[in-house]
């Protein structure tokens, strides 16, 4: 998936004012590994692993950001879009969404992990989001092993972890 259509962050003169202005700030330059990062990013993709190390002086700098209830996952700042004079890509604000509903979602598992949570109060949680809607996250955790059900149908009780 793309972040923001067919450009690339290394060909956006805005983006790399961006990072040139941290750099001069930082007294610093760039590495091939930050480039590798930030490309990942850019591209809404999990960094590879090896690359992880790199992250934390972006993330120190706030380059990047975590996505909220994700774990390794990233998006280019907030900053970066406004210091370009662009507006978020709406691919990108669908991501955001969707992880902060995710995160919610496990949240109140995690609260509520000694009895369970049955559908109907997890819909609560997110009431502009149908029932269907709800039912695609909640298998989004499980896939993910966050997440997982015990029983059936209208008996099923959510609970986090595997």
């Not at 390794?72 to 900053?79: A, D, G, K, M, V």
């Not at 039912?135 to 029983?151: C, F, M, N, T, V």
Request: glycine share 6%; proline share 6%; aromatic share 6%.
């Amino acid at each position: 998936m793309n972040g923001c259509g067919d450009h690339k962050p290394e060909r956006e003169p805005k983006f790399l004012s961006f990072l040139e202005n941290i750099a001069e700030e930082l007294r610093e330059s760039f590495s091939t590994q930050d480039w590798l990062a930030l490309d990942q990013v850019h591209r809404l993709q999990r960094v590879d692993p090896e690359l992880q190390p790199d992250l934390l002086a972006l993330l120190q700098h706030r380059i990047i950001e975590p996505l909220r209830g994700e774990t390794e996952s990233y998006i280019l700042s907030p900053r970066l879009y406004d210091y370009a004079g662009k507006q978020m890509p709406v691919s990108l604000h669908r991501e955001i969404e969707r992880a902060a509903y995710k995160a919610t979602l496990l949240e109140y598992l995690v609260a509520n992990q000694a009895v369970g949570s049955q559908l109907g109060e997890l819909m609560k949680l997110l009431p502009t989001l149908s029932r269907r809607q709800v039912q695609e996250l909640l298998k989004e955790l499980r896939d993910e092993g966050r997440a997982h059900p015990i029983g059936r149908t209208r008996t099923v009780r959510w609970y986090p972890g595997q």
